[in-house]
């Protein structure tokens, strides 16, 4: 099994729908992220957990929420889906703090919104 | 505030030959790691190399190998005999000191190997 798995793998859905992507990971480590990637404009953080009780905003949080239900699980949901956010969403998690750690990705998800 | 820049969008290089891709880095800070990642075309995310702030010598793994440049704040990205499969988007990666924040990361380049 992967360290980080992501589902679905691929998802279309239409305007207007809730849709949850859900992230678990077997890699033990507290801090959680979800970022989103657009051609041409890298991977844009949406939002990050350091703990079970944490939760973070990143930069491009409007439309979206999360829940860590726990520190194997990271969910990330987007409330009313709009065509904007077709993108390919990664989740990731790092050990920490240090400046040292590096992320491990889970594959991804490629959302379309139609 | 952290900021990566990765100036080369696309390029473009011959297999077997050595390609190095640009990043540089502006921050404040004395401490912080440096991250490349790899994206081939099935999407995920792999890492290939780290760099820490007071390393003193270049990173290396394998074929990989960072030219890390700290007064000219670059992180640049050297991968030697290169190979077919090392058509992918390139991503640098920045850490802050303390690791209280997420990574920064670059728009990416689009590294095209041709036979």
């Known amino acids: 099994d992967a360290d980080v798995t992501q589902t679905p793998r691929n998802r279309i859905t239409k305007t207007g729908k809730r849709i949850m992507l859900e992230c678990s990971q077997t890699k033990g480590h507290d801090r959680m992220y979800w970022y989103r990637q657009d051609p041409g404009l890298g991977l844009r953080l949406i939002y990050y957990?350091?703990?079970?009780?944490?939760?973070n905003k990143g930069e491009i949080s409007d439309g979206y929420s999360v829940s860590r239900q726990a520190q194997a699980k990271f969910s990330l949901s987007l409330e009313s889906a709009i065509p904007n956010q077709t993108a390919l969403y990664f989740c990731?998690?790092?050990?920490?703090?240090?400046?040292?750690?590096?992320?491990?990705f889970g594959s991804g998800t490629r959302l379309t919104v139609v | 505030a952290q900021k990566i820049t990765q100036t080369q969008p696309g390029m473009f290089v011959q297999e077997k030959e050595a390609v190095t891709l640009d990043c540089t880095y502006d921050?404040?800070?004395?401490?912080?790691?440096l991250f490349w990642y790899k994206q081939p075309s099935s999407g995920e995310m792999i890492f290939l190399i780290y760099q820490g702030s007071y390393d003193q010598q270049n990173a290396t793994e394998g074929r990989y190998s960072l030219n890390f440049q700290k007064a000219r704040k670059s992180a640049n990205l050297v991968i030697s005999a290169s190979q077919l499969g090392d058509s992918a988007m390139y991503f640098c990666a920045m850490s802050s000191p303390s690791g209280n924040t997420p990574l920064v990361f670059g728009k990416g380049t689009r590294l095209s190997v041709i036979a």
């Open positions: 921050t404040s800070d004395p401490s912080y790691g």
């Open positions: 957990s350091f703990d079970v009780k944490d939760i």
């Open positions: 990731a998690t790092s050990e920490g703090p240090g400046f040292n750690y590096g992320y491990t």
